[in-house]
């Protein structure tokens, strides 16, 4: 429950405010449940750039700065990644000549740093091991020093607070240092330094080890940083022991699908996205959920998680399963204007951190949003589909229907049968589509759209919800609900494809205003139209045409907006910019209408763009500037990487390419006109669950043709083909 406190409102209300950029000093990230850290090559974390550096848990940093040194130098870098699963940053270094006076102590290249990161039930753990490859005896003072500003997650994104709680004298203990702050919000934040051998201090912060290694000799060192909040103390754990648990909850976790292709480098893009989205998905007593994305959005939303299991489900549908319990247990059941909530509405994102329980921002728990309700029906439907598990259907269908009956009463404001948003909250979202920015919806001549404001892909998920409902309300024996919502849904797409449709444009229009004005504006928010089914036969192809046109395809992938449109801007957040998962949901809408080269053209694309993007990791988003030969797609300043809807895109694209469907009442699996692009000559998906069957299939690229072959099959399943 919120405490009374001022709430902070600035400019540009909840974007990332940002003097500097991500790119300019790469990160490294490691994350398990709820804590995360980001640390820079050296396996450090250092008040630089963005000054995004840091152990974060719970919405709050912990830990600011953690800084190496050796004779008071830093070291130097030789190698530093992420391990291909992300479940440890593994650093190696040197150093430069270190003289005290004229004295050379150690030549450059003579000691060998490893350290060995990992992130494991809220605490943070190293191994620092030292080599001495050289001829004589190297003195070492290898020190350390620490930093804990216990700054909100908001205040790290640059929201200034005028008044903030009490940071507390730093303890010392027999092994390390402790940092503390108590909170405005009352609680004591407790941040654990602990080394495996006795330090000695050189100040407050600072913690030091005095060594001498032999010729050829190695020493080693453990560092555990652990976050406490109000008395929980994150478990103490030795570095094996973690490793261990590690080990087992991998074992556990092994029962998605995988996929091989006869392509290396798109192996490294499609085993990155899948550790990826391992990393982000948190483990919420109603089961797994992926959080959004590293560093900003580290927490649960429901949009993100919605899509992010759309796409994933057909490799594993325990994700989905998780994200459709965890957002039943939350959905809204009480009128709260000032959380933008309503009854049946599907929550928008939850937060924690002080300045969420102080109530100065409105995220604790927000429900601004107005497509996570209609998108929670479509996954509960397409979850069936996958997994066949009516018994977990028939215990949410009191959420589904309560969700279906928020987009009847509250979903539309004014009866007309669109569904609209209207900001309640005084310091809410303006928008609450997707495309959420301050500037997202606007008119021709570039004026900003005023509410309420129904959405052009918004329709498209209402209609998809109403038929995903009505197809669950017939599985249940209520067909009486089931005839009236396939009815509301043929009578929409009527009425859609009446008022949106924009024949100068040869695509839908982005919105209508609170006037009923059309926003004559050419925006990628058409493609979802043909995602979700309800852009009629007729203008299916002209929105193909337009959205591969060169003002929206980069070359990259296709733009938000059309590079002629008055408000583009390719560097903006939505105005021109490209975002993966958009890319991936166009893509599966052209698919759907038939349009396969459209498809493979969008999963070209964004291929191309992650042999650019380090770890081939791609982004939140990226720059919409044009293709240029031999240089890679141009950064967004602060997209966050990984973000788990954009690791989760090239799963999506695969799917729409093969045309895979499932049918679990006889069961089957479903391939219509299944196609490959020309750098996949094969692709193997292996350990394939359905309906108590197991499968593994080889697809082979014979011209523009696929061919399946059923290499293993276990259980009673049919595999049929469309070509």
């Known amino acids: ?42 396996g450090e974390m ?57 004295t050379l102590l150690i030549s450059k290249g003579t000691l060998h740093i490893f350290r060995a990161q990992i992130i494991w039930k809220g605490s943070f753990h190293e191994h620092i091991s030292l080599s001495n490859f050289g001829q004589s005896n190297v003195p070492l003072r290898l020190s350390w020093v620490f930093a804990a500003d216990f700054a909100d997650l908001f205040e790290v994104r640059g929201v200034r607070r005028p008044r903030r709680g009490e940071r507390l ?91 091989y292709t006869s392509n290396r480098q798109f192996n490294d893009w499609i085993n990155r996205s899948t550790a990826d989205l391992s990393m982000l998905v948190t483990e919420t007593s109603h089961g797994p959920y992926p959080y959004a994305g590293v560093p900003w959005f580290s927490t649960a939303f429901g949009r993100d998680g919605i899509i992010t299991a759309l ?98 009463r509250h979903g539309d404001m004014d009866g007309d049968g669109f569904l609209e948003y209207l900001r309640h909250s005084a310091y809410g979202l303006v928008h609450q589509g997707w495309k959420d920015s301050d500037d997202a919806v606007s008119h021709a001549d570039g004026r900003l759209a005023e509410g309420p404001i129904a959405l052009c892909e918004v329709q498209g998920y209402a209609y998809a919800a109403k038929l995903a409902g009505a197809g669950l309300a017939e599985l249940l024996g209520k067909n009486e609900r089931a005839a009236t919502l396939i009815a509301e849904a043929k009578q929409l797409k009527q009425r859609f494809n009446q008022k949106f449709w924009c024949e100068e444009l ?62 583009y801007n390719p560097m903006s957040y939505h105005n021109g910019s490209i975002w993966p998962h958009d890319n991936a949901l166009i893509a599966m809408g052209m698919a759907r ?14 291929y191309d763009a992650s042999l650019f993007s380090e770890l081939h990791r791609l ?30 895109a090239v799963f999506h694209m695969l799917k729409a390419c093969l045309g895979m469907s499932f049918s679990p009442e006889k069961p089957q699996l479903h391939f219509q006109h299944p196609r490959l692009p020309p750098f996949l000559d094969q692709v193997e998906v292996n350990n394939l669950r359905f309906k108590g069957a197991l499968l593994d299939l080889v697809f082979e690229r014979r011209d523009t043709e696929v061919g399946i072959h059923v290499r ?3 259980g009673e399943i049919d595999v049929a083909i469309i070509l």
């Not at 630089?48 to 550096?53: K, Y």
């Not at 040197?94 to 005290?100: A, G, I, K, M, S």
């Open 1 to 42: 429950m919120n405490l009374p406190h001022e709430r902070i409102c600035v400019d540009d209300h909840w974007y990332v405010l940002a003097t500097s950029s991500l790119a300019d000093d790469r990160t490294r990230v490691l994350k398990h449940d709820d804590t995360f850290g980001v640390l820079d090559h050296y």
């Open 46 to 102: 250092r008040p630089i750039g963005l000054c995004e550096q840091g152990l974060f848990h719970r919405g709050t940093r912990f830990l600011s700065q953690m800084e190496l040194a050796v004779n008071g130098t830093r070291p130097m870098l030789l190698n530093s990644a992420v391990k291909e699963d992300n479940t440890l940053h593994a650093v190696d270094l040197t150093t430069p000549d270190l003289r005290q006076g004229k």
């Open 169 to 259: 004298a730093i303890e010392r203990t027999d092994m390390g240092i402790v940092l503390s702050y108590r909170g405005l919000d009352g609680a004591l934040r407790r941040t654990h330094i602990l080394f495996s051998h006795v330090p000695q201090f050189a100040g407050e912060r600072e913690l030091y080890f005095n060594l001498e290694l032999t010729p050829h000799s190695e020493t080693e060192l453990f560092l555990t940083v652990a976050c406490e909040l109000d008395g929980q103390l994150s478990e103490l754990l030795s570095y094996r022991e973690v490793h261990e648990q590690m080990w087992a909850r991998a074992a556990a976790c092994e029962t998605a699908a995988s996929i």
């Open 311 to 408: 796409q994933y489900l057909w490799l594993e549908p325990a994700m989905a399963r998780g994200v459709l319990a965890y957002l039943a247990a939350l959905q809204s059941d009480a009128l709260s204007p000032e959380d933008d909530a309503e009854p049946g509405k599907i929550l928008h994102e939850t937060r924690e951190g002080e300045m969420a329980a102080l109530g100065e921002i409105p995220f604790g728990r927000y429900y601004g949003t107005i497509d996570a309700t209609p998108l929670f029906v479509m996954l509960a439907e397409a979850y069936y589909r996958r997994s066949g598990d009516r018994d977990f259907i028939e215990v949410l269908w009191p959420s589904i229907d309560r969700a279906l009956g928020w987009m009847d």
């Open 506 to 567: 040869h695509s839908f229009g982005l919105a209508l205003d609170g006037r009923k004005q059309l926003c004559r504006v050419r925006a990628s928010n058409a493609g979802h139209a043909l995602f979700t089914g309800i852009a009629d036969e007729a203008h299916a192809g002209e929105v193909v045409q337009t959205l591969l046109s060169e003002d929206f395809y980069s070359g990259w992938g296709v733009r938000t907006l059309a590079r002629n449109e008055v408000r």
């Open 593 to 606: 209408y038939g349009y396969k080269e459209g498809a493979l053209s969008i999963l070209g694309g964004l």
């Open 619 to 648: 982004p939140e988003l990226f720059c919409g500037f044009g293709r240029l030969p031999g240089q890679g797609p141009t950064r967004y300043p602060v997209a966050c990487s990984p973000q788990a809807w954009a690791s989760g």
């Open 712 to 714: 293993r099959k276990e």
